[in-house]
């Protein structure tokens, strides 16, 4: 009994889908984390600017 080639071309491009979905899958959640980490990072630069501005109104006002 002799199993087709063409099986074992199925078989591979499976395979070979497979790895190519985990490698694309790993890649765009890094890319996502460095654009979460980008966004993290103006958000908290926003809110330190306006701690010293309160601050600097307060002090003021004062």
Do not use: D
């Not at 499976?14 to 765009?28: D, Q, V």
């Not at 980490?37 to 002090?59: F, P, T």
């Amino acid at each position: 009994m002799s199993i087709p080639i063409w099986v074992f071309a199925v078989v591979a491009g499976i395979a070979i889908s497979a790895l190519m979905a985990i490698k694309t899958g790993r890649e765009e959640r890094l890319l996502e984390m460095e654009s979460i980490e980008k966004e993290g990072e103006i958000y908290l630069e926003r809110l330190e600017k306006e701690k010293e501005r309160r601050e600097g109104e307060k002090a003021a006002g004062e």
